[in-house]
């Protein structure tokens, strides 16, 4: 079992920066690979980064890249998305997941996380 809390969601003006931090509990953390998903209003599940179990491997939807950044703390149990240059359009529940089944990079499909967080909202105003 793996429990993951989000947290640093709020509400920002476009352009702004926001960093949503992931905690993780149960397994070993070094054990499974992270991912950060996103669901606006009315929108399936949207993949947006991930990050393998070590953190030197990272991978990125088109919309995010050159704007967010994955990383991750092992020894702190937590994965983290810096998001950088917000624009109204990032505007969703921000969701950590983790993925125990493999290490791969583009894993970017919804089922093939095994354990969601309760995601964090966030909110960009134009």
């Known amino acids: 079992q793996v429990q993951l809390v989000e947290s640093g969601g709020g509400m920002v003006q476009a352009g702004g920066s926001l960093r949503l931090s992931c905690a993780a509990s149960?397994?070993?953390?070094?054990?499974?690979?992270m991912g950060w998903f996103r669901q606006a209003p009315g929108k399936y599940r949207e993949f947006v980064a991930r990050?393998?179990?070590?953190?030197?491997?990272?991978y990125y939807a088109d919309s995010v890249k050159g704007r967010f950044t994955i990383s991750r703390q092992n020894a702190r149990n937590t994965v983290y998305l810096q998001m950088n240059s917000l624009k109204p359009e990032d505007t969703a529940v921000y969701y950590c997941a983790a993925d125990l089944q493999t290490d791969a990079s583009a894993r970017t499909f919804p089922s093939a996380y095994d354990y969601w967080g309760q995601g964090t909202q966030v909110t960009v105003s134009s």
């Open positions: 990050i393998n179990r070590s953190g030197s491997v990272t």
């Open positions: 149960g397994r070993t953390f070094s054990s499974y690979a």
